[in-house]
């Protein structure tokens, strides 16, 4: 595997089967996942393709609420209604659902950010020229996973207290006597330790092997786009549109999941503990 | 795998600071604008809207109720208006067969009278008749006796009474014939 972090397109496009140049096929990998900076220096301040990516996207979505709610009518004109929509979807569909409408209320704006924000990051893989999951960079995912874990944390120690929000955090349950030190320190060890790790490596390597999916099967189409290989490549284009279009129900999936999961995180440290 | 995570920069589950910190910032900006300014916009609109639809139903509701009881009303009114017509009508049916009895009685006393009437007339004139036929066969009998005896019977009293006489008798006959 030639680990080229400079490389800005993912694939040798001089490249042909039975080609006589001595070249072969290069799949995906890590290296499509490296970006030659734009500006500045890997080692040390730099700006590349996934940071504008994430700013532009930032503003995609800012922009998309701001000109359906910044004057919102009381009979909504269509952009609006598309926006209400995707607001009660979260509101209702994941917030109320599972911390309760009571709770919740004050839980929905985050949720609603993150929600549109995963799923514009994700949207990125399929739109043209971008073509490329900003989430697939485990940095966003799990900034997005460290603010949900510091909020939770926070929220567990600031409604049980210190020994409390520990015993919330480690299941602590007496009835279950001997076997309690082990459980809690099962529990603990997911809940405190795993759980943000999961949290943001589920959304990443999702990401991740879909956008090396679609890759690999674009590369492939390419280089098999010689003699008897067209109708390989045919194939192998089919797969494309395929996975693109079961990227993008990954991608609205992989948001909803991890809203929902977020959603589960501060539900558990509101709840009484059982 | 070992060379990857030494090298750092390769392994994808290292983020690199930079894109951490665009990641929050991006996130941030998102966040700013939705949670400060965008949903409680919306939120408001969404509680005015609720609050409309509500008062909308109640303003339905309390016109449904109004209809009603204006609908009752007009029932209670046309029912009224039904018995009363009901009542006038028996009333009228009442008074005019009154009326014709009325009229028939009248009409059979004004017959009578007439009849009566009639009848007073009929004797006043066959009475004034017979006086003046009295008077007449009297003038003519004693114009014919004088013509006949020769001399003049003029004195009044003496031919009045021979006269009345002569005809009472001619009555008392047609007295005792009847």
Request: charged content about 20%; overall charge negative.
């Amino acid at each position: 595997m030639s680990a080229d972090p400079t490389q800005v397109l993912a694939f040798d496009p001089s490249c042909h089967i039975f080609q006589s140049n001595g070249c072969g096929f290069e799949g995906p990998g890590l290296h499509s996942f490296l970006f030659e900076p734009l500006w500045g220096d890997t080692n040390g301040l730099y700006f590349n393709k996934p940071m504008l990516l994430a700013l532009l996207g930032s503003i995609i979505i800012v922009g998309f609420f701001w000109a359906a709610f910044r004057k919102p009518k009381l009979v909504p004109g269509k952009f609006q209604m598309v926006a209400e929509a995707g607001y009660d979807f979260v509101r209702r569909g994941i917030v109320y659902e599972t911390i309760g409408k009571k709770e919740g209320e004050k839980w929905v704006p985050l949720m609603v950010s993150i929600f549109f924000f995963v799923w514009m990051m994700n949207l990125w893989s399929i739109v043209p020229v971008a073509q490329f999951p900003v989430t697939s960079i485990i940095a966003y995912p799990a900034v997005l996973a460290l603010v949900v874990y510091v909020i939770w944390m926070s929220l567990t120690f600031k409604r049980h207290g210190f020994v409390g929000g520990f015993k919330n955090l480690t299941g602590y349950d007496k009835s279950l006597g001997g076997v309690l030190p082990l459980v809690m320190t099962i529990e603990f060890f997911s809940n405190v330790l795993v759980r943000p790790f999961t949290h943001a490596v589920r959304l990443f390597a999702n990401m991740f092997a879909g956008h090396t999916l679609l890759l690999l099967f674009t590369i492939a189409s390419w280089y098999m786009l010689n003699g008897i290989g067209i109708a390989y490549s045919g194939v192998s284009f089919v797969m494309v549109i395929v996975m693109t279009g079961f990227e993008l129900f990954i991608q609205a999936v992989q948001a909803y999941v991890f809203v929902l999961l977020a959603c589960v995180f501060i539900q558990g440290a509101v709840a009484e503990h059982h | 795998m070992v060379q990857l995570a030494a090298e750092g920069k390769e392994n994808p589950l290292v983020p690199p600071w930079p894109e951490l910190v665009i990641g929050l910032l991006a996130f941030v900006i998102v966040f700013g604008f939705l949670a400060k300014k965008l949903l409680p916009n919306i939120n408001k609109v969404l509680d005015e809207r609720r609050e409309a639809i509500e008062g909308g139903i109640e303003k339905a509701e309390a016109a449904q109720t109004e209809a009603q009881s204006v609908l009752e009303q007009y029932k209670a009114q046309l029912a009224e208006a039904r018995h009363e017509a009901a009542r006038l009508r028996q009333e009228a049916t009442e008074q005019g067969t009154a009326l014709i009895q009325e009229m028939r009685a009248e009409g059979q006393r004004q017959r009578e009278e007439i009849i009566a009437a009639g009848h007073a007339q009929i004797e006043a004139d066959r009475k004034a008749a017979a006086h003046s036929l009295r008077q007449d066969v009297g003038k003519l009998a004693t114009d014919l006796a004088g013509k006949l005896v020769g001399e003049s019977l003029e004195d009044h009293a003496r031919q009045s009474r021979t006269i009345d006489r002569f005809l009472g008798e001619l009555e008392e006959k047609a007295e005792a014939v009847r």
